[in-house]
């Protein structure tokens, strides 16, 4: 079930009812489906410049994810696998056939896992700043991580997240539950690696070059893939099987590679849009 929703942005705004949740997305442009997935205490919008790149090629359909953006959150944990069955499903209502997954973040988290636990679905996944070991994050980082609770909300009602959350959350009161849950995905421990190493549909593995994890542990993942092992030959017979690619982009950070335009082309690139092919 969908239905209408006004928004101030140039996309059509609606919501979907998916395991119980009230998924709010947007839907930009025409073409080949791509569902594009936000960053952690980020919204759809928060893509910025990158959105209409994608969406000359692409009908980008760009959600908020659990407790984000225009999406209210339920009694349950923010978790990337119980995020990606919301993707799965919201594939499903609309009727796309074999969209692309494009996730930054916390979202590149969901989009590894909807591409991992529900292939027929997916025809490419382009996973950006996302971690698979929690350890790989520096040290620094991860002390700040462990900053992230309901009693720093008051702390942030000068920053860009909570402004915006406020704006267009159903219930801004629920910013330190958020926050609350955040931290609490963020210190429980896991590891990925079996996921990536089952992945059935072509990846491109993306980070920034001073993202949030050494540049190392994205090449990490690329190897988990089969990328990296060898030379790549003059036809490329020596690439990974599966069509799998790594993107480390120049001059970045974890912060603003969600808006470059460089991510735009390594995106498009990869899904065989890139306009200098034509």
Do not use: C
Request: charged share 20%.
């Amino acid at each position: 079930m969908t239905t209408d929703s006004t928004t101030d942005t140039k996309g059509t705004g609606k919501y979907a009812e998916v395991n119980g949740l009230n998924l709010y997305y947007e839907t930009h442009g025409a073409g080949r489906p791509l569902i594009l997935l936000h960053g952690g205490l980020m919204s759809s919008e928060t893509f910025g410049p990158v959105l209409p790149l994608l969406s000359e090629h692409h009908q980008v359909i760009a959600p908020d994810l659990q407790g984000h953006g225009r999406t209210a959150d339920i009694d349950r944990p923010i978790d990337v696998r119980l995020m990606a069955d919301d993707i799965a499903a919201l594939i499903d209502q609309l009727g796309l056939e074999k969209p692309d997954v494009v996730g930054y973040s916390l979202g590149g988290g969901v989009a590894l896992h909807t591409a991992a636990k529900y292939p027929a679905k997916i025809r490419r996944l382009v996973a950006a700043s996302a971690n698979i070991r929690p350890d790989a994050i520096y040290a620094e980082m991860r002390a700040q991580q462990g900053q992230v609770n309901a009693a720093a909300a008051e702390f942030m009602k000068d920053t860009p997240m909570y402004q915006l959350y406020n704006r267009v959350a159903p219930r801004p009161e629920d910013f330190p539950k958020l926050l609350d849950k955040i931290g609490a995905s963020m210190a429980k421990d896991f590891d990925f690696a079996d996921e990536v190493r089952g992945l059935e549909v072509p990846t491109l593995i993306v980070a920034a070059d001073a993202d949030m994890a050494p540049p190392s542990h994205y090449v990490e993942v690329f190897k988990l893939l089969g990328g990296g092992l060898r030379d790549g030959g003059w036809m490329g017979e020596g690439r990974p099987a599966g069509g799998h690619a790594l993107a480390i982009l120049p001059g970045l950070t974890h912060y603003n590679l969600g808006v470059s335009p460089l991510f735009a082309a390594v995106i498009l690139a990869f899904l065989g849009d890139d306009p200098s092919r034509a």
